[in-house]
């Protein structure tokens, strides 16, 4: 059916002149931060291709301790084209945690968190945390010594807070160590509860952004600034854009496939110089900065504590900044704000070269 049979018929059935309009009538703001707007196309299509490889991958995993690893190199090596879907939805994963992170880290810069627009970061925040542990449960299934030693290290962080932090280790695990148990639970929060919760927050997301439209940032809100339709001059940029992430994601997928470590061996002991995925240097760094004890108290227990108060003080930053929220300048949070990415960025190069 080609494109013009296709409106016809889709005409004839449907009265699509209210999304024409709403289409036409969607105004976006131009100005020299307007490119953090496609860093949210961005991680909206690098969702979407993770969902669809995902699927094709999910027909091939078996999530049981004694089959999970070879179930990996059957994909890769037996399965058509298998090695590659795998490769794909690694750097699809990479590059959408990637973005999460540049976009949040520009809504922050330019305050675009600022009221009336509390809960679009709120909502965008979740997803990060989300995706996250998308990345650590994926990160189990391969079930290889390296994803081991990252999952034991991750949920024993976790069992350090004070009162939950016992119960969150154990819901996590499903038992006291990680074991096969681990396995399923990680696979059912893979590709069954975070999924149906990540469409609703991403739904939640972009809904609140239609609603309340595009920020600008408040250093150029007493300026006039330019506006442009969103169809169809934002809309084929993006679809531009998209197609430029597409073929980066196939480039790297074809050129630089992952590796797959020796499989995981509860009994042995882990791996020298082992590190996790990149988005968790930054904790990991942080936490070799405490010593093993503190005033008597227990050194790892303060440094999730601290680790934890920052990354909840960065949750709540919409209702702490009352100047922003009036429309005013507010150099201190800038400042915050700026503190936040060079920190982050600076623990994570570090945690690299380490």
């Known amino acids: 059916m080609n494109y013009p049979r296709l409106k016809h018929w889709l005409e004839e059935r449907y009265d699509l002149t209210d999304v024409r309009k709403f289409a036409k009538s969607k105004l976006i703001p131009e100005h020299r931060y307007d490119f953090l707007y496609y860093t949210g196309g961005i991680t909206l299509f690098l969702f979407i291709i993770q969902f669809i490889s995902g699927m094709l991958l999910a027909f091939y995993y078996v999530p049981h301790i004694d089959h999970a690893y070879k179930s990996i190199i059957d994909i ?10 795998r490769s794909f939805h690694h750097w699809g994963a990479q590059l959408a945690i990637l973005f999460l992170f540049i976009h949040l880290f520009g809504t922050l810069l330019v305050k675009a968190y600022r009221k009336p627009r509390e809960m679009i970061w709120v909502t965008g925040f979740v997803l990060l945390i989300i995706s996250i542990f998308f990345g650590l449960s994926g990160y189990l299934l391969l079930w290889d010594e390296r994803a081991f030693a990252a999952v034991r290290v991750a949920t024993g962080g976790a069992g350090a807070l004070p009162v939950i932090g016992e119960f969150i280790k154990i819901f996590l695990r499903g038992g006291t160590e990680v074991t096969g148990e681990t396995i399923v639970r990680f696979y059912a929060f893979h590709v069954a509860i975070l999924p149906l919760i990540t469409l609703c927050i991403i739904g939640l997301h972009v809904l609140l952004v239609q609603y309340h439209g595009v920020s600008v940032p408040t250093s150029l809100e007493k300026n006039k600034t330019s506006a442009v339709p969103f169809f169809p001059n934002v809309f084929y940029k993006d679809m531009i854009i998209w197609l430029i992430v597409l073929g980066v994601v196939v480039t790297l997928a074809v050129l630089l496939p992952p590796e797959i470590g020796i499989q995981a061996d509860p009994l042995a002991p882990p791996p020298e110089n082992i590190k996790p995925e990149w988005y968790f240097l930054c904790v990991l760094e942080t936490l070799k900065l405490f010593p093993g004890e503190i005033l008597g108290l227990n050194g790892e227990t ?40 060079v920190y982050f960025v600076t623990m994570t190069v570090i945690g690299f070269l380490s």
Not at 76 to 85: E, P, S
């Open 76 to 85: 890769v090596t037996k399965i058509n084209m298998g090695w590659f879907f």
């Open 302 to 341: 303060i440094a999730i504590l601290c680790v934890s108060t920052g990354i909840l003080f960065l949750f709540l930053i919409p209702f702490f900044a009352r100047k922003a929220n009036r429309g005013k300048k507010s150099p201190l949070f800038t400042s915050i704000a700026v503190v936040y990415v």
